[in-house]
Nanobody, 121 residues
């Protein structure tokens, strides 16, 4: 089994910064894409930022220039540095990863449990 454990959420004032981390553990053979999503109550989960195993990144238009995604492949960890936070960034943030395990040839997408980010005005 694979687990994704997130950390770093919390309460911050508008204009402030937070750094979220997500560490994958378990029977991991390799990890392809990793990403961060967010979801507000009653809304669909949306992509915030993604990063490939080679380091290519993509971002939602709403966070470009403010958020930076990165990963440490040796630690199976993905990060997102969030700067210039706005009240509309308030959401539950989820990380995900496409993982190949030692159990077989297939890859599966795993999700973290979510971490709350609240930006006060």
């Amino acid at each position: 089994q694979v687990q994704l454990i997130e950390s770093g959420g919390g309460l911050v004032q508008a204009g402030g910064s937070l750094r979220l981390s997500c560490a994958a553990s378990g029977s991991i053979f390799s990890i392809d894409g990793m990403g961060w999503y967010r979801q507000a109550p009653g809304k669909q989960r949306e992509l915030v930022a993604g990063i490939t195993s080679g380091g290519s990144t993509n971002y939602a238009d709403s966070v470009k220039g403010r958020f930076t995604i990165s990963r440490d492949n040796a630690k199976n960890t993905v990060y997102v540095q969030m700067n210039s936070l706005k009240p509309e960034d308030t959401d539950v943030y989820y990380c995900n990863a496409v993982v190949a395990t030692h159990a077989g040839p297939y890859k599966y997408m795993y999700w973290g449990q979510g971490t709350q980010v609240t930006v006060s005005s």
